[in-house]
């Protein structure tokens, strides 16, 4: 069973461009969540989908954006980068009701 | 003042020591804990979930919450070198559509 998977693992952008990083979720899970974690800080939610909407948001700006496609899997978007997007950005991926949730290995965001 | 505090070590222990990791919260509504154990650069793990208060344990894991006090805790009994990692608490409030609020993590090493 595979569980959650994220692409790329690493990335390094420049100020100003704009990135985007996918997640599979766990088969069978139907809610993906996004997260940011900097460096030595816990994860802080930036949104979550579920049936191919937002469903809540963190305090994040609208620089951050996302969607989930039928097959349950997501994107997270991030216009305009700025230094402090430099990141590990980690999907989580749960079931419609339920609070336990499962995490990917995250994307490591560079901006320079 | 956060919602959710964790003492961010560094917690170092010999082998075989029982180790004992807290966090404390401030928002009422939290209903479902959670701990996670993250190796360094890779994803959160979830370890040990509980809703309410009590104990819960699992091999040499035991998690207890007492909701009077606002108060979490993770124990490991006979702790491995390969428990090193940072352990990160986690709360989803009912109705919280599965939004965790993570402490900072407190990092563990054990050694041999």
């Known amino acids: 069973d595979a569980g959650v998977t994220q692409s790329p693992t690493h990335l390094i952008k420049t100020r100003g461009q704009q990135v985007t990083l996918r997640c599979s979720p766990k088969s069978g899970h139907d809610t993906v969540s996004w997260y940011q974690q900097a460096l030595g800080q816990g994860p802080q939610f930036i949104f979550q989908y579920y049936e191919e909407e937002e469903r809540q948001r963190g305090n994040f700006p609208d620089r951050f954006s996302g969607h989930q496609f039928p097959n349950y899997s997501s994107e997270l978007n991030v216009n305009a980068l700025l230094l402090g997007d430099s990141a590990l950005y980690l999907c989580?991926?749960?079931?419609?009701?339920?609070?336990?949730?499962?995490f990917g290995q995250g994307t490591r965001l560079t901006v320079v | 003042q956060k919602e959710v505090e964790q003492d961010p070590g560094p917690l170092s222990v010999p082998e075989g020591a029982i180790v004992s990791l807290n966090c404390t919260y401030s928002n009422s509504a939290f209903q479902y804990f959670m701990w996670y154990r993250q190796y360094s650069r890779k994803g959160p793990e979830l370890l040990m979930y509980?809703?309410?208060?009590g104990n819960k344990e699992d091999g040499r894991f035991t998690a207890q919450v007492d909701k009077s006090s606002k108060y979490i805790s993770l124990f490991i009994r006979d702790s491995q070198p390969s428990d090193s990692a940072t352990y990160l608490c986690a709360m989803v409030s009912s109705g919280g559509y599965n939004k965790l609020i993570f402490g900072a993590g407190t990092r563990l090493a054990v050694h041999p």
């Open positions: 509980t809703y309410s208060s």
């Open positions: 989580a991926s749960s079931l419609a009701g339920k609070t336990e949730a499962f």
